[in-house]
């Protein structure tokens, strides 16, 4: 949550969540920003909150699909990202890493193709390398998140600017153990 330390109905402050042991935050997702209204500003100061507690974060951008049929994905994503890169302190750039996922294939059974994944990716990582400089920018994992699956995992996971995937119903099902198997693929290549 927003607030730093101490009770705060509903949600974990950072002092809590390091207090149980955890290393990882996920902030920004897509379901926080339609549901609870976190704007960029507030997943920045989110993002700030967590670094400065010793937290590592998963920060989730992403466009709705009218966006993309629009050609505005690399705006909406920009406009996500820039609170967030204005937060991060020096040297805590390598703590977070980027998650894509496009809003219009989270848990629609529908998922970007791997060329537009690898393409909004590669977009994102010349983005952070303008804001952030290209030996930080080339440090910082961004992984896919939507609607990753058994059956095209390994497809997306080949693509250069994919790091890694953010999973979500697959990981509840036998098909997760195929996506944990791909990443050898990312390390052999």
Wanted: aromatic share 6%.
């Amino acid at each position: 949550s927003e607030p730093k330390a101490g009770a705060w109905t509903g949600e974990l402050t950072p002092d809590l969540i390091v207090d149980f042991g955890l290393k990882w935050v996920i902030l920004g997702h897509s379901e926080r920003r339609a549901y609870c209204g976190e704007t960029p500003e507030i997943v920045g100061k989110k993002t700030k909150l967590a670094l400065e507690a010793g937290l590592s974060v998963i920060a989730c951008i992403g466009e709705q699909l009218e966006d993309r049929k629009s050609d505005k994905t690399m705006d909406v994503c920009r406009a996500q990202l820039e609170p967030i890169l204005a937060a991060i302190p020096a040297g805590k750039i390598a703590n977070v890493v980027i998650a894509y996922e496009p809003v219009w294939a989270i848990g629609t059974g529908v998922t970007a193709s791997p060329q537009q994944a690898q393409d909004t990716h590669k977009e994102l990582r010349a983005y952070l390398s303008e804001k952030v400089g290209e030996a930080d920018a080339a440090a910082v994992r961004i992984i896919y998140g939507g609607s990753v699956k058994g059956a095209n995992c390994e497809e997306l996971i080949k693509n250069p600017d994919i790091d890694g995937f953010l999973v979500g119903g697959a990981s509840l099902k036998d098909e997760f153990k195929q996506i944990i198997a791909s990443s050898a693929i990312k390390a052999n290549l």
